[in-house]
């Protein structure tokens, strides 16, 4: 079955430059969610999207920016790289149902290194 | 932790033995879900509970759900040495788009 694809597995950048972190939902799947998790941390919710609006946004930093596109693939932008911003960003996807959600599928998470 | 505790943080048990992880929330729910994670790996999906459920199995593993106590836990039966892992809720604030974690518990199964 198709999952939840996340691209680049892995991404070293250095302060102050730009990174661009792309997510594939499962096919059919009407909602996507971003999430950053540091090392020893649980995730931490940053942004989602519904039918391609965002729906809810959490600690997600100014220098950050996310949207999601006709094709139901999502992207999280961020500028201004710094040293924690290094992390792993996951990207997850469900299906609402007549209010009622499907289970919340994981990618394999992009691995950020700021150097 | 954004939305609440996990107890315990860390446990070590021998293969065989039963591990029980619980999870505290802090709002309105429309669904609990848990997640094993091995480490700095990808987060993988075990079981989802509804608001309207209070029990559902899965194989070896049992989750309840105690809407009035903002409660839920995670039972694995008979561990095995592979079991070691991470291991999350997350639960859908009712009326929102996000699921929020909490802290983890760390199992350790021993062979």
């Known amino acids: 079955a198709a999952g939840v694809i996340q691209s680049p597995r892995h991404l070293i950048k250095e302060k102050r430059e730009t990174a661009t972190l792309k997510c594939y939902p499962i096919?059919?799947?009407?909602?996507v969610y971003w999430y950053q998790q540091g090392p020893g941390q649980d995730p931490q919710f940053l942004i989602s999207f519904y039918e391609k609006m965002q729906s809810d946004k959490g600690s997600i930093p100014d220098r950050f920016s996310a949207q999601q596109f006709s094709d139901y693939h999502s992207e999280l932008n961020m500028s201004s790289l710094e040293l924690g911003d290094s992390a792993l960003y996951f990207c997850a996807s469900s299906l609402s149902d007549r209010g009622e959600w499907t289970e919340a599928f994981f990618g394999q998470g992009t691995r950020l290194t700021v150097v | 932790s954004q939305q609440g505790e996990e107890d315990p943080q860390a446990l070590s048990i021998q293969e065989g033995e039963n591990a029980t992880m619980n999870c505290s929330y802090k709002?309105?729910?429309?669904?609990l879900q848990w997640y094993r994670q091995n480490s700095g790996r990808g987060l993988v999906h075990l079981i989802l509970i509804r608001s309207n459920e209070r029990e559902k199995h899965s194989g070896r593993l049992r989750v309840t759900l105690d809407t009035s106590k903002k409660s839920s836990s995670l039972l694995i039966t008979a561990s095995r040495a592979a079991d070691t892992a991470s291991y999350f809720c997350?639960?859908?604030?009712?009326?929102?788009?996000?699921?929020?974690f909490g802290t983890g518990t760390r199992l350790k199964v021993l062979a």
């Open positions: 997350a639960t859908l604030t009712s009326g929102t788009y996000k699921y929020i």
């Open positions: 709002t309105s729910i429309n669904n």
């Open positions: 096919p059919r799947h009407d909602t």
